[in-house]
């Protein structure tokens, strides 16, 4: 019997990830999508999306997370332009620890955080990616 892995591109699966990078329609279009790979690659996280970031074809279907996707279990969920519908809530509020950026402070996500960051994240993720590079330089 073949062995099928839903394997997020050349990093780490998702279904197993104990850290995971998700984006959603808040980054615009897929040609965005370096920072946030770049920001998984630092963490040794695997990526994911929202749904229709996936039904619009700006990331694959194995990435989507949430009611009619993947359930997923990390230590670390960092969710970047992302609503927080609770179709997408379904399919990660049991993560350990939610981290959640999102330039609207009513963005119902904010609920379910641990932490928040209220901001343009085309400002903010550079700004991420920089201070997980030194923390992982320093160690
Ligand atoms: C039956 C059913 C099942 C569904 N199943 C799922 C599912 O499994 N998974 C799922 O994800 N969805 C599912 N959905 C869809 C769900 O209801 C939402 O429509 C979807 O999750 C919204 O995706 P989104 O947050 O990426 O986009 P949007 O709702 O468009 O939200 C985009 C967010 O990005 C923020 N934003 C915009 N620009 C920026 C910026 N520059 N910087 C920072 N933040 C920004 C906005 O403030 C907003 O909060 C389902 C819906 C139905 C009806």
Redesign the pocket.
Known sequence: MREVREDAGEGVPLAEAEIVVSA???M?GPEHWGPVEELAAILGAATA?????SDIGWRPHHE??????LTVRPNLYIA?????????L??VNGSKTIVV????PE?P?FKAADYGIV????E?LPRVIAGAKAFAASR
């Not at 950026?101 to 609207?104: E, L, P, R, T, Y």
């Open positions: 959603g329609r808040g615009k999306c929202s749904r229709p970031v989507h997370v949430g009611q009619t996707g970047i332009g992302i609503s927080g519908a609770i179709q997408h379904a399919g950026i999102n330039k609207d963005a996500f901001g343009d994240a085309f903010i």
